[in-house]
């Protein structure tokens, strides 16, 4: 752990304790899990927290048009700008693990009090961001906020999304008192971001085999979500012959061992964790199966050819076959990988599977980059995701190394830095700013995120 412990305080432990402990208790369910989904009373209790926790700070919280917070120390808009952005989500899937998302937010709190601690500023302004409904886990669309706040997610699409209590994403904003008219891209808040790095619980046990705390993420595997429909005929179970019956399950069990022996074929990884069955009666033949697949793998020929095989099934039981998300393969600038990987005293660099915020901006054109922290099981997305407090303590320290880095020295935050705080983070870098240095160079997705991506704004 001393390796990453460049920039450290005896406080950071009693940080992140303190930051730990208030947020513990929401959401958390019989089993030891959570359910913390978007645009929930349970979201608004912690998106009070963190409006809290900033205040504390005195930090000025800005919520964007796709409802991501955004707590900022020095002005993101004034000559310093733009920022250093750390953060993570704080929802989660059903029953899911406490760190998944609020390990990197509660560290991103440490990691500035520990960077103020030891009497930095700043050459160019910084910010906490929480991304709404990263999970997707009531509406269906990972990173539906990071998605919204680039353009990769349409505010129509999204606004008709609809969860399983009947509610669309529009009625829930509008119970939370917001106006669904008003979501949509935002690129003043994205432009407002020099450089992102989000702090994560790995999902898997690399670090593990490695014997590392703390990791540098390289990039996120393509993957995606389809919603299958397979049609049958309601009858009775009791009366019905078996040559006469209709029965969706029959093509859903065909379905779940297809998609895993494609997903061997392919070297993808394919998962049917959702269905949902009509009318759901032990003693009648269902109606119709709707079924969620979760495909992915390192390469995205390989997702559409899991994905193509799985059409052909669907086909032949007269299903259909829908997309929900898609994500391409998302590769972090090589240099600010680099960089991270050197200050960090030469830490593993990992890809992951799971799609995370930082990918989503990557693609937008931010330079972004992650930080995993040691999981000893690898499991996540699960009550028993767990990470050591020393590893924790290990990444928060990290990540404050990196925000010393980053942010540069200057004479006042938001203040004008100290020269070298230039224009230029997003468009393309390459002007002798530390972030054009930092996501710059070969590569840097900047550049090609600028020339006319389609998801961005
Ligand atoms: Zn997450």
């Given amino acids: 752990m001393a ?13 992140l304790a303190s930051l730990w402990g208030a947020l513990e208790p929401v959401g958390r369910v019989d089993g030891g899990g959570y359910r913390r989904f978007a645009w929930t009373s349970e979201d608004a209790t912690l998106r009070e927290w963190f409006a809290g926790e900033a205040a ?45 998302g609020p390990l990197g937010v509660v560290s991103a709190f440490a990691a500035l009090d520990a960077y103020r601690a030891g009497g930095h500023t700043p050459a160019r302004p910084v910010g906490i961001a929480c991304f709404a409904d990263e999970e997707g886990a009531r509406f269906g669309v990972a990173c539906a906020g990071s998605r919204l706040l680039t353009g990769a997610l349409t505010p129509e699409r999204a606004l008709a999304l609809q969860g399983d209590d009947g509610a669309t994403l529009a009625d829930a904003l509008r119970a939370t008192g917001r106006d669904p008219g008003g979501l949509g891209p935002d690129p003043d808040a994205l432009r407002r971001v020099g450089a992102f790095v989000e702090l994560h619980i790995e999902q898997g046990r690399d670090l593990v085999e490695l014997g590392h705390p703390v990791a ?25 012959r078996l040559e006469d019956r209709l029965d969706p399950m029959l093509a859903l069990a065909a379905l779940v061992l297809e998609l895993r022996r494609a997903a061997g074929r392919h070297r993808a990884l394919a998962t049917c964790g959702k269905v949902r069955v009509h009318p759901n009666a032990v003693n009648a033949i269902p109606a119709e199966v709707l079924a969620w697949l979760d495909i992915r793998a390192e390469v995205d020929p390989a997702v559409s050819a899991v994905v193509g095989e799985v059409e052909t099934l669907v086909a032949a039981h007269g299903g259909e076959i829908r997309e929900e998300s898609r994500t391409a393969p998302t590769t972090f600038p090589t240099a600010l990988v680099r960089r991270l990987a050197g200050l960090l005293g030469e830490v593993p660099v ?15 054109g931010v ?35 990196v925000l010393a880095d980053l942010a540069g020295e200057g004479e006042g935050a938001g203040a004008g830095g100290d020269g070298g705080a230039g224009e230029g983070g997003q468009a393309g870098g390459g002007d002798g700013d530390r972030r054009g240095q930092a996501g710059g160079g070969d590569g840097d997705r900047r550049g090609q995120a600028g020339g006319g991506d389609g998801g961005r704004p």
Wanted: aromatic share 6%; hydrophobic share 40%.
């Fill in 216 to 240: 540098v993420g390289a990039g996120v595997w393509p993957h995606g979500r389809w919603r299958v429909r397979l049609p049958g005929q309601a009858n009775h179970a009791g009366t019905t």
């Fill in 3 to 15: 390796s990453v412990s460049q920039v450290s305080t005896p406080s950071t432990d009693a940080t």
């Fill in 367 to 401: 330079p972004a980059a992650m930080l995993f922290v040691r999981n000893p099981t690898g499991v996540s997305h699960a009550p028993s995701e767990h990470a050591e407090w020393a590893d924790c303590v290990a990444g928060a320290e990290a990540l404050a190394t």
């Fill in 350 to 364: 990992l890809t992951t599977g799971a799609g995370h915020d930082a990918g989503i901006l990557a693609e937008a």
């Fill in 56 to 100: 504390a700070r005195g930090l000025e919280v800005v919520e964007d048009r796709a409802g991501n917070l955004w707590a900022w120390w020095g002005d993101p808009d004034g000559p310093a700008g733009p920022g250093v952005v750390l953060g993570s989500h704080l929802d989660s899937v059903p029953d899911g693990g406490a760190f998944d």
